[in-house]
């Protein structure tokens, strides 16, 4: 009669470590799919009241939410498509811009950042913000499935405008009106023109 122990016993070995690989999967997935904080950002000149900045890495994208009563805004940035997107609650509309790797951190070097600052009680204080100046077109966005599924889901039935970066001498032209959309610390993003002077 064959002697079946070692094969039965190297089958409970890989049939243990299936599972325990499965249940690690489970418990290791949501910590590195997703991040937030919340951060009371009462210290900036704007007094932007309170941010919260969530890094999906599983999604590759990075959520950021300003509260501030009827001034509050929400921002998404879609690191796959390279777009980014504020919705805007006072306009009732969003805006739509290419991302600038320049200026923006990358996914993981926001969410370090992010953690950084938040577990050593750090923010305003460090190197200033980087910033960006957009121009918003004033004609209405026809179709959102360009710029993502993440983007379509936060901006569908809005009114959803793009911009482009305002550079150099063309600065001077957009001194009047501007909304602000500074993210923590990191950068400072101003929309102007077009429904910005509405």
């Known amino acids: 009669m064959p002697d079946f122990s070692l094969p039965c016993i190297g089958e409970a070995k890989m049939k243990f470590t299936i599972a325990f690989a499965g249940l690690l999967g489970v ?20 007094g932007s009241g309170q941010q919260s900045v969530s890094v999906n890495n599983e999604h590759n994208v990075a959520n950021i939410d300003n509260n501030n009563g009827w001034n509050s805004w929400n921002a998404l940035w879609d690191y ?5 997107v504020t919705r805007l609650f006072e306009k009732k509309s969003c805006i739509v811009h ?38 918003v077109n004033p004609n209405r966005v026809d179709n959102l499935d360009k710029f993502g599924k993440s983007i379509v ?16 001498a063309n600065l001077i032209l957009y001194s009047g ?13 101003s929309f102007c023109g077009g429904i910005a002077e509405n």
């Open 153 to 168: 889901a936060m901006c569908k039935g809005i009114p959803t405008y793009m911009a482009e970066e305002i550079q150099g």
């Open 98 to 135: 290419k991302m600038k790797k320049e200026a923006m951190p990358s996914l993981q070097a926001l969410d370090a950042l992010v953690k950084e600052k938040k577990l050593q009680g750090k923010g305003p204080g460090g190197p200033p913000p980087k910033s960006l100046r957009y121009s």
């Open 80 to 84: 796959t498509t390279g777009f980014a």
């Open 177 to 189: 009106k501007c909304i602000s959309a500074d993210i923590l610390w990191i950068l400072n993003i």
């Open 27 to 46: 418990f290791l997935t949501p910590a590195l799919a997703d991040y937030s904080i919340s951060v009371n950002d009462n210290d900036n000149s704007g």
